[in-house]
């Protein structure tokens, strides 16, 4: 079993700041591209962003120069600070990681539960 567990979201008023973070847990290798995702209803869901095991990153158009992305590959565990909030980036955020199994398959893809940011005043 392997889990990922959001925390760090809640109600912010726009302009505000907020840090998203996401663990893993469980029986697994290694862990390799993890990245963060929203939606919103009627939306398909978007990438935010992600970042590789040599910590590259890239980012949606809409959240460059206000959104980073960070990871501690020693405590299997990703963030995303979130600066400069718009009403726009209300959502279920979700945390998004692949990682090799102990078993034979090659890799895996799992996803957190997914944590609500409201941007609002």
């Known amino acids: 079993q392997v889990q990922l567990v959001e925390s760090g979201g809640g109600l912010v008023q726009p302009g505000g700041s907020l840090r998203l973070s996401c663990a893993a847990s469980g029986s697994f290798y290694r862990l390799n591209d993890m990245g963060w995702y929203r939606q919103t209803p009627g939306k398909e869901r978007e990438l935010v962003a992600t970042v590789t095991t040599g910590s590259s990153t890239n980012y949606a158009d809409s959240v460059k120069g206000r959104f980073t992305i960070s990871r501690d590959n020693a405590k299997n565990t990703v963030a995303l600070q979130m600066n400069s909030l718009k009403p726009e980036d209300t959502a279920v955020y979700f945390c998004?990681?692949?990682?090799?199994?102990?078993?034979?398959?090659?890799?895996?893809?799992?996803w957190g539960q997914g944590t609500l940011v409201t941007v609002s005043s």
């Open positions: 998004n990681a692949r990682f090799i199994p102990l078993g034979p398959v090659r890799y895996l893809e799992v």
